[in-house]
């Protein structure tokens, strides 16, 4: 890779120089997870840097040089902030690869307040004493912290529930929540009632695949790839 750096690589480059060893998931130009690696050393150029994989796992073949990539680092330390890179392959290995960041696409100082609309199906159960009710709700929107359900059926703040069969990207994981009911809102929204939901019992590591199905929704939309 030659030539003097743009503004936009620069800025990438220093921001994965400045994390070494964070922990970071790789997707595909298409938003299809890759692999879970860290960020490494950099080249002696300093130009490139090493995506080291997650011990006991190899590099998908799938992976060639010259390919574009995502980069979504997790939490950073002591902070809550996240960010989306774009990059390209320069080299595979079998336990690693260098990339060329290009450009930092998205920065989020405080991610559990990013919040999406999305519509998708899912499950609400709630258990009243030996009485196990499911039903079959629509989202509205959804952030780190909770999310909004669409129901027919009757809710009461404070109520405890368990949202599950949730489904955010195409072939993506599907997610389980419990949850709170906080409150009713007191416009209907297509004809149902809308709940505002706070999560509870939310681990750091299901926050983090939560956090990356969000932002690989979000970059499908700006290339078009979803219907959502």
Do not use: W
């Not at 994989?53 to 979504?72: A, F, M």
Request: hydrophobic content about 30%; charged content about 35%.
């Amino acid at each position: 890779m030659g030539g003097e750096l743009s503004e936009s690589e620069e800025k990438a480059r220093k921001y994965m120089m400045e994390n070494e060893e964070l922990d970071m998931e790789v997707f595909s130009e298409e938003n299809k997870y890759l692999f879970s690696g860290s960020i490494g050393k950099a080249s002696p150029s300093g130009k490139e840097i090493k995506i080291g994989l997650r011990r006991g796992y190899e590099i998908p073949d799938s992976i060639q040089e010259k390919d574009k990539v995502k980069l979504v680092t997790t939490r950073q330390r002591g902070s809550d902030q996240l960010a989306v890179i774009i990059a390209t392959v320069t080299e595979c290995g079998k336990t690693y690869i260098y990339i060329a960041p290009e450009e930092v696409e998205k920065y989020i100082e405080g991610r559990k307040h990013f919040r999406i609309f999305v519509k998708e199906k899912c499950t609400v159960t709630r258990n009243n004493g030996n009485d196990e009710k499911r039903d079959t709700c629509s989202t509205a929107d959804i952030s780190l912290t909770g999310i909004r359900i669409l129901s027919k059926e009757e809710y009461e703040p404070g109520e405890r529930i368990m949202i599950s069969g949730l489904r955010l990207v195409e072939n993506g994981r599907i997610h389980t929540f419990s949850a709170e009911i906080l409150r009713k809102n007191s416009q209907k929204q297509d004809g149902m009632n809308s709940y505002g939901c706070c999560f509870t019992d939310m681990t750091e590591r299901r926050e983090d695949m939560l956090c990356h199905d969000i932002f690989a929704l979000e970059l499908s939309r700006k290339k078009g790839n979803t219907k959502n």
